[in-house]
């Protein structure tokens, strides 16, 4: 007996599986592209953050040596923001305008404030006592960016003779000051410290 074995060639649907392949393959880059995106969006809004925290801790620096130089005589102790006044519902600048709590009103330095974070107590309630924050209140940025905001610290760290100034009649008095740059985030906030050493040279 003779047996005859035939192979049948069937392709119907060969296309369909190519397609899906092909449709998988395409799906996997997409959804690649979109990931590699969706992270390099991120990575752009940090650093965008990252810069306007580092830009408000600028900020807060420059206030505190421009309030330094506003003082006769200078401090001779350590001072931190303090936004008290900002914060009593009351007009504290009357002379001037008739505005309650303005963004003048937020920018105040004072050895009471800095005394919060060496007195023992939780004062802001989170739990530590006499953490760094304690020290300072966060002040805001400016009028349009309210939650945009900075604490500053000024360390008074002695004063002593000034180059090309007669010692008998001037003093180089000098100071380290921190500043804290706080920017909200989608997650959190996005923070900046810098710390600069200041003088100024005055009268005795």
């Not at 959804?31 to 925290?53: C, D, R, V």
């Not at 107590?121 to 940025?141: H, K, Q, S, T, Y």
């Amino acid at each position: 007996m003779i047996h005859i074995h035939t192979t049948l060639k069937n392709e119907n649907g060969s296309v369909i599986v190519a397609a899906m392949l092909i449709l998988v393959l395409l799906t996997i880059i997409g959804i690649s592209a979109t990931s590699l995106s969706n992270s390099e969006l991120n990575i752009t809004s940090n650093t965008q953050l990252h810069k306007m925290s580092f830009f408000v801790a600028e900020s807060g620096w420059h206030v505190m040596t421009d309030w330094l130089d506003d003082q006769y005589p200078l401090p001779t102790v350590d001072v931190a923001s303090d936004n008290w006044r900002g914060s009593d519902t009351i007009n504290n600048d009357p002379a001037e305008d008739s505005v309650v709590d303005e963004h003048n009103e937020w920018i105040d330095f004072t050895n009471a404030q800095w005394q919060e974070g060496f007195d023992g107590d939780d004062d802001n309630g989170n739990g530590v006592d006499d953490d760094f924050d304690e020290r300072a209140d966060f002040l805001p940025f400016s009028n349009d960016k309210w939650d945009y905001q900075y604490q500053v610290t000024s360390e008074y760290v002695g004063a002593g003779n000034a180059a090309g100034w007669d010692p008998t009649l001037f003093l180089r008095y000098n100071y380290t000051i921190t500043s804290t740059g706080n920017v909200p985030a989608r997650s959190g906030s996005a923070v900046s410290q810098i710390t600069v050493t200041a003088g100024k040279i005055q009268e005795k």
